[in-house]
Structures are given as structure tokens and as C-alpha cells.
């Protein structure tokens, strides 16, 4: 396992917010495999995927709510 760092602790939680990996790739707009990659910390994840992580843990949007 890679590095713990803000960026994987956000990914987390975004999803823990959104329910499953696939959905998270969906919104993050990326690669299942590159999800895995950052979530792991095996390598690190863009900017833009940090930012997008956090707009979800922090609720913005509705689109981003836990699918059932």
C-alpha cells in the first residue's frame, strides 16, 4: 500500500459519501483502475481529481449523493 495523504483520506470519504468505487470513478470522471490507483496511493492523484473529491465530501451538488 501506498502513502496515506489528504488526497487518499478524501478519496475515501468521497467514497464512503457516494457508495462504490464504480460510482466514484463516474463522478471523478476517471478509470476504475486509475480510482484504485489513487485510493491505494500507489500514485498520486491530479489536482483537478482532489478538488472534485472534496466538492463531493463537502455535498456540493446533488449529483453526488449516495446512490441505494
Known amino acids: 500500500m501506498g502513502e496515506d495523504t489528504a488526497t487518499t ?3 475515501r470519504r468521497a467514497l ?3 457508495g462504490s468505487e ?3 470513478a463516474a463522478a471523478l ?3 476504475p483502475l486509475d480510482l484504485a490507483c489513487w ?3 500507489e500514485k498520486a492523484a491530479p489536482g483537478e481529481v482532489f ?8 455535498g ?3 449529483r453526488h449523493r449516495r446512490r441505494r
Do not use: F, P, Q, Y
Not at 478538488?51 to 463537502?58: E, F, P, W
Open 51 to 58: 478538488i472534485a473529491a472534496l466538492d463531493i465530501v463537502a
Open 29 to 31: 470522471n476517471c478509470s
Open 39 to 41: 485510493l491505494s496511493g
Open 60 to 62: 456540493v451538488g446533488h
Open 16 to 18: 464512503a459519501t457516494i
Open 9 to 11: 483520506r478524501t478519496l
Open 22 to 24: 464504480e460510482h466514484l
